[in-house]
């Protein structure tokens, strides 16, 4: 299975952009379902976007227009473009994968991907 180590991540002024990155490493031939997620404090972890071993990507009602998740398989890089921040996407973000060549339509659950990156701190300020 893959290895996820995420990084990027930083404190930006509400409005700007950042891109979070999520390097994977092992058994980078067999195909992922990959993903982002974030938690805040105090809160549950909440299911941004997916892409599938096809790049098909998906993005939660939440950041659709403002986040676009990518991969680069030449660089073994998953990647989460983030625009027009706010304050309230301060979290610390997560990529995930599950070995499947397809993710599910619309379903964004943390309990879909058995692994883990071990995270990226996002702080957006006023």
């Known amino acids: 299975q893959v290895q996820l180590m995420e990084s990027g991540g930083g404190s930006v002024q509400a409005g700007g952009s950042l891109r979070v990155s999520c390097a994977f490493s092992?058994?980078?031939?067999?195909?992922?379902?990959m993903g982002w997620f974030r938690q805040a404090p105090g809160k549950e972890r909440e299911g941004l976007a997916t892409?599938?071993?096809?790049?098909?990507?998906r993005h939660a009602d939440s950041v659709k227009g403002r986040f676009t998740i990518s991969k680069d398989n030449a660089k073994n890089t998953l990647y989460l473009e983030m625009n027009s921040l706010k304050p309230e996407d301060t979290a610390m973000y997560y990529c995930?994968?599950?070995?499947?060549?397809?993710?599910?339509?619309?379903?964004?659950?943390?309990?879909?991907?058995?692994?883990w990156g071990q995270g990226t701190q996002v702080i957006v300020s006023s």
């Open positions: 995930a994968a599950r070995s499947a060549a397809f993710c599910f339509n619309n379903r964004y659950r943390e309990a879909d991907f058995d692994i």
């Open positions: 092992g058994d980078t031939n067999s195909q992922y379902c």
């Open positions: 892409i599938d071993s096809y790049s098909y990507t």
